[in-house]
């Protein structure tokens, strides 16, 4: 049997958010998780999944702190890295990058969450709006930044939405990209697939599955409590638990980074051919399936 081709690292990717580099330096162990998504696609909601089922059920975990960002520039590598490789639990560590600028361990396993672009853009746009300045001093300010400062954003979100499309991602990072670094690997054994629609749709199900495929033994009788710890309306009201710094980074608190766990949130605001702009691009940028599964959460032929 051929061996399997795993993804190698091809790049560095740097800016205001990310440092890449620090990845080259991380020390993988044989049962690490790595959860990823572009961003606001559901990584908050999946780590707090992945620890209750590992270590749960618990109201008191904190699951930001055990479940860093590894790739985020704040705080350098030199503090972050040691701090990760002190952790004696099993690692969920979280990435928002595309698969060619990490490096691909056959060690551990990967979660991967999508999103449809629209309500991505729509999450993000409330995480932007209400962060306050000691944000953008940790992004903008923080010695380190490669490339030019994140902007305050448009107060306009249809505007920000175009702008988004027009510059890729903009004020953050390139979208189609991750997508498509993603779903080229779907395929391979230590990788799953999950929709933030599907895991909206079937929450019990989503869990059991994830559960199975990281070999998270859950005693039957603890199903319940998880599943409750795991709610959107939990989590939003115990939010300063999971989310970074407690919710200093924005004025109205942690409640603000969880904010409405809803798609579709755009229909009333993007105009028809907004709409078709967006699809037409989604399929031109990731081709048929792949378009097909970011805005639906169908996989089709290559559903787990």
């Known amino acids: 049997m051929a061996a399997l081709a795993y993804p190698k690292k091809t790049r560095e990717f740097q800016n205001h958010h990310f440092d890449s580099t620090i990845w080259n330096d991380f020390k993988f162990r044989e049962d690490d998780i790595i959860i990823s998504t572009y961003a606001k696609s559901g990584t908050t909601w999946t780590q707090q999944m ?5 270590f749960g059920p618990d109201t008191e975990l904190a699951v930001a702190e055990m479940s860093p960002w590894l790739d ?6 030199e503090v972050k890295l040691p701090m990760v490789e002190a ?10 990058l595309p698969v060619d600028a990490l ?6 396993k990967y979660i991967y969450i999508g999103r449809d672009g629209r309500d991505v853009v729509w999450s993000v746009y409330n995480h932007h709006v209400n962060a306050n300045a000691l944000w953008y001093q940790a992004l903008n300010d923080t010695p380190g930044r490669v490339g030019p400062p994140i902007e305050k954003p448009t107060a306009d979100i249809h505007q920000y939405f175009l702008d988004w499309m027009e510059r890729d991602g903009h004020p953050f990072w390139p979208f189609w990209d991750n997508i498509r670094s993603w779903w080229a690997i779907r395929d391979l054994p ?8 599907e895991m909206k749709r079937d929450l019990p199900g989503t869990m059991r599955a994830m559960a199975k495929f990281l070999d998270i033994p859950v005693a039957p009788g603890n199903w319940p409590r998880i599943l409750e710890y795991c709610s959107f309306d939990w989590m939003k ?21 969880i904010n409405k766990g809803v798609n579709g949130r755009w229909h009333d605001t993007l105009t028809p051919g907004d709409v078709a702009a967006y699809e037409e691009r989604a399929r031109a940028e990731l081709g048929e399936d792949c378009a097909e599964w970011l805005a639906t959460g169908k996989l089709g032929t290559h559903e787990r």
């Open 72 to 77: 985020l520039r704040v705080p350098p590598k």
């Open 190 to 197: 230590n990788v799953m697939f999950v929709h933030f629609a």
């Open 103 to 108: 490096v691909f361990s056959p060690k551990a």
């Open 87 to 96: 952790q004696t639990h099993r690692r969920f560590i979280k990435t928002h």
């Open 237 to 257: 009201a115990n939010a300063t638990k999971s989310v970074p710094l407690g919710g200093a980074f924005w004025d109205a608190g942690a409640q603000v980074f």
């Open 50 to 54: 992945i620890a209750q089922m590992m």
